[in-house]
Structures are given as C-alpha cells and as structure tokens.
C-alpha cells in the first residue's frame, strides 16, 4: 500500500467524509460500554493506577473476571430499547487485557476468566438488534513490558506501535463490518509521529474502507469527543458522558445512583447534542457480572419509549437553527429537519400561549410531535404565537414536549448559526426590523 503523507491523507479523509459520516451524522445517539478487568472490583477503571496494584496482584482479576453468559446480549437489548443507533465497547482499556480471542495478546477473556470471546459476542448481539458497531481500543498500555518503555527507547517504540498496529488488526480482520475505531488516551508519546498515527491509520482503513476514526490518535480524523461536557464543536462532534459523572467503570449502583442522570436528563443532553450539531454517547458500566448497572436501566428505558414518540426531533439530518428562551425559565432548542423546526419545551407554558420569536416566514402549519394534535398559531413581526395550548404538557412519558413547526422550505430564522458548517446566510442585516 502506497502510504501518503500527512496532508495527503488528511485530504483524502476529509473528501470522503460526508459519505463515511451520514449514518453516524443521523443516528445521533449511542451506547459506550466500560467492561474489563477493573469491573470485578467496582473501583474506577483507573483502580490500578490509582491504588498502584502491582501487576502480579492485578493479574489475579483475570480469572476473577466472570462475565455471565448473554451479557453483552443484555447491553445490546437495552441500548436498542433506549433508542440508541451504535454501540462503542472497550475492546482492551488501559489495563491491557483484551476481551477478544486475541493471538497477538495472550492476556485476554479466551485465555482467562470466562474463557470466551467478549468481543465477538458483543458484535453478535449488535447485528441482532441492528445497531452500528465500535471498538474501543486504548492506545496507552499499563501491561506491556514496552507500554511506557516506548516513552524513552525507541526499538520499544517500534515493537508498541506493531503491537498496537496488530491489535487492531485483528478487530478489524475477524469480526466482519466495523463501523467505528474509537482511539483513546495517546500516552506516553504525544505525537501522531510517535504513534506512527498517520500510517496505521491508512492501513487500518484499508482493513474497513467506511470506517469512522475518532480523534484520539493525535489526529483530528473523523469527529471531535468532548468527555463529559456539551460543548459543541465547529466539526462533527460526540459528546462521551458516564451516566454519573464519576465512573466510566462499574461502581456500585446503590451509591452512584444519587448522582446518575434519569430519563429528563438525558433527554436534555440529547436535545443540546442535536440542537449544536452532535452526537451523545452515553456509557454504562456492567457489574462483575456484565449485568447492566440497576441505576441505568428505568432512564433509558424511559427515553426509549420517548423516542419511539418523539424520534423524528433527534434522528435524521438536523441543523441548529436558533437558540430560543422561552417563558423566561425555560430554554428551548430548535432544530431544522429540511422543512421543519422542531421546539422542544421542558417547561410547558401556564396560560395556554407561548411565542417564538426570530422567525421571518409564518409556519404552514404547527402540531405536536408526539401526535399531530394541531396547535393554533399567528404570525406577527417574525413572531410566532401558540394560541389554546393544553394546560399540562402533553408529554406524559418525560415531561419533555416537541411542537413541530412545518414550513415552506427550509425554516427562515434571525439567529444564525454558531457552527459554520450550518451556516444558511439568513441573517443579513436587512432581515433585522
Ligand atoms: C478518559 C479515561 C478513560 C475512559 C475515557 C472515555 O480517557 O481516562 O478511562 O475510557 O475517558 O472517554
């Protein structure tokens, strides 16, 4: 294989991208599943670095490491249920143990523990329930004799880099269609060079021509992850979040469960996420048995019932078109799904009125998403007022309604959006009254 230079496979990547990037661009939403070695103990998937366990003492997890049979299956099965589109699993976090039938890393779940290959059932379960598949896979490695020799001694660098490079290759050679490469942690070289990233990466997508990279080889690649924060990017984006902002790994569920997110929460995530143009990623971490963590499983299961109401206003092909306060208290989002602009209230207005200000043509017409139940409106001075709203919201399942606004052709609104890659060019200043 011909290997390019940098900026010409940056080139060739970005010219390919729209095509690579659609399915993942309207999916939106996804599963990242934390399970490994560290899950026995239930201490954080740092627990070796933080309590500085010596190798010999850690390596007595693998036989520890007892996976019930259909666990992956169960993740699966309850990430469909929430409505998400992909799934991201852990192949060998920083631990170094791999959960697949692994001939280039003895240390793995075939070898060890449930003397099975996790990763293959993981891959089984998602083709069941049709969902898009993604391997994490840890550049950092606390096992390998040349996981930080590599730092300082260049022959060590040489034999970690093939190492690496042959990992993925066998992720990417025996489990049939991959969908996405999810790199994390570039450490202890902090370089795409010292990574070799440029190389590996081409041959890696020659492995799988339609995969999607993320942006942790020290390369921008495919889309940007912000971890454990909103913030949306000028890019395509995936907000990676733990479903209570202190474990990726399995803690007990009992005590994370104060501060795990319920079915409103991860509503409000997911609305930010498509309301700026991105993606969430929401992470359980399965016990030592690789069941789903208790605290998990009414909140997602609750958005999935949403979504099967409410999906039109989260899948497909968005583009943030306004930022609208309204009631003062209660924020809501728009979206443009081609000719419609999606209001999401989480604060029903008292009264039975709401206006939406900004817009420069009147609505066709306006219903509520989850039923068609039309709204009355009127359009005045680029307002848009709903008139004999119902006086409770009409989402009983989150409290979360979405007034669909449908218009001729693409919604004209004020506010321009802030991600360049959405720019429409309404707001020009004669717009303005
Ligand atoms: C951070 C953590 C790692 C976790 C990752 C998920 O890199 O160090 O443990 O897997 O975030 O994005």
Request: hydrophobic share 35%.
């Amino acid at each position: 294989m011909k290997l390019m230079s940098k900026p010409q496979y940056e080139e060739w990547t970005a010219s390919t991208r729209d095509a690579r990037m659609q399915w993942w661009r309207e999916a939106r939403f996804g599963m990242f599943i934390h399970f490994g070695l560290y899950s026995t103990p239930g201490r954080h998937e740092w627990m070796q670095v933080y309590e500085n366990v010596p190798h010999e003492e850690y390596e007595k997890l693998a036989d520890q490491f007892q996976p019930k049979e259909g666990a992956p299956r169960e993740w699966i099965k309850l990430a469909k249920a929430a409505g998400m589109k992909y799934a991201v699993l852990t192949t060998r976090h920083h631990e170094g143990f791999s959960l697949w039938d692994s001939k280039v890393n003895p240390y793995n779940s075939v070898n060890y523990g449930p003397h099975r290959d996790i990763v293959r059932e993981f891959v089984d379960a998602c083709r069941e329930f049709g969902l898009k598949i993604g391997f994490y896979t840890s550049l950092m490695d606390w096992h390998h004799p040349d996981g930080w020799k590599c730092a300082y001694d260049l022959e060590a660098r040489k034999r970690f880099n093939q190492y690496i490079t042959d990992l993925n290759t066998e992720l990417l050679t025996n489990y049939g269609k991959i969908d996405i490469l999810w790199y994390d942690v570039s450490l202890p070289m902090e370089s795409w060079e010292g990574w070799d990233s440029v190389a590996r990466n081409q041959y890696l997508r020659s492995l799988q021509p339609d995969i999607i990279i993320n942006n942790r080889s020290r390369l921008p690649e495919d889309f940007g992850t912000p971890e454990e924060n909103l913030k949306a990017e000028d890019r395509d984006w995936e907000a990676c979040m733990t479903f209570n902002g202190i474990s990726w790994g399995y803690v007990d569920p009992e005590q994370a469960a104060p501060f795990s997110y319920s079915a409103q929460q991860i509503l409000h995530m997911l609305q930010k996420c498509t309301s700026s143009g991105g993606n969430l990623l929401l992470n359980i971490g399965p016990g030592p048995d690789g069941s789903v963590p208790a605290d998990a499983v009414e909140p997602l299961t609750k958005v999935g019932q949403w979504l099967e109401k409410n999906g039109e206003a989260v899948y497909g092909k968005k583009v943030p078109i306004s930022r609208t306060g309204v009631l003062g208290n209660g924020l809501a989002f728009a979206t443009s799904d081609e000719n419609n602009a999606y209001l999401w209230t989480f604060i029903w207005p008292k009264g039975g009125t709401m206006s939406m200000g900004g817009y420069l043509e009147a609505p066709k017409k306006v219903y509520l998403l989850q039923d068609g139940t039309p709204i009355d409106f009127e359009f005045e001075g680029q307002r848009i007022t709903f008139k004999n709203l119902p006086e409770k919201a009409p989402d009983k399942i989150c409290g979360a309604s979405v007034i669909v606004m449908e218009f001729d052709g693409a919604p004209k609104t004020l506010f321009a959006s802030r991600y360049p890659q959405f720019h429409q060019g309404w707001d020009k200043p004669e717009n303005y009254i």
